[in-house]
Each structure stands twice: as C-alpha cells, then as structure tokens.
C-alpha cells in the first residue's frame, strides 16, 4: 500500500465525491442498507431475533449503519466549512483562522 500524500481540505473533498461513484462503495452501500433493513425488520416484529437483539440494540444499530451509509457526505460537509479547515503550521499564516 502507497503512502498517503499530505491532502489539502479540497483534494479530501475531491477524493470523497469519486469514492460516492464509485460501483466498489455502491456495493458496500447497498450491503450496508441490506442490514438495515434486516434491523428495521426485526425492531417491528417482521424477523425473529436473537436474545441479544433488544429494541436498544437494534435501534443503536439501525442509527449507526445509517450514519455509515451517510459518512461520506457528512466528511464532505465537514470538511467544506470553514471549521473543517486546519490551519497551516507556519505560525505567520492567517488561514483557517478566520
């Protein structure tokens, strides 16, 4: 594996609006929503579950595969914001520091 390059905000932002493109993170997308639907399935009765599927469980993971299904946007947002901006190391340098 290649070591990463120093990115800016703007080439993470680059990188992750390819990565929404591409058909290897549409499959893993539709994989991830598959178990969602399976959690939302049994918080409503429609599967059988397991002991340790409790209504809390399935509900903190319905919530996190969606926001994993959601991951790459919120970067993008994060990262398009002034807040997400980090300033430069030089200690003369104003960026960032709006």
Excluded: C, H, N
């Excluded at 009765?45 to 919530?63: H, P, Q, S, W």
């Amino acid at each position: 594996m290649k070591p990463v390059k120093e990115l800016t905000a703007e080439d993470m932002v680059k990188a992750l609006e390819t990565l929404k493109d591409d058909t290897g993170w549409q499959i893993v997308r539709k994989a991830i929503g598959e178990q969602k639907r399976i959690a939302e399935l049994k918080i409503f009765g429609e599967i059988e579950r397991t002991e340790e599927d409790t209504d809390d469980a399935l509900k903190r993971e319905r919530r996190g595969l969606a926001r994993l299904m959601d991951y790459p946007d919120e970067l993008i947002e994060q990262l398009s914001t002034k807040e997400g901006v980090v300033p430069e190391m030089d200690p003369y340098s104003k960026e960032g520091m709006e």
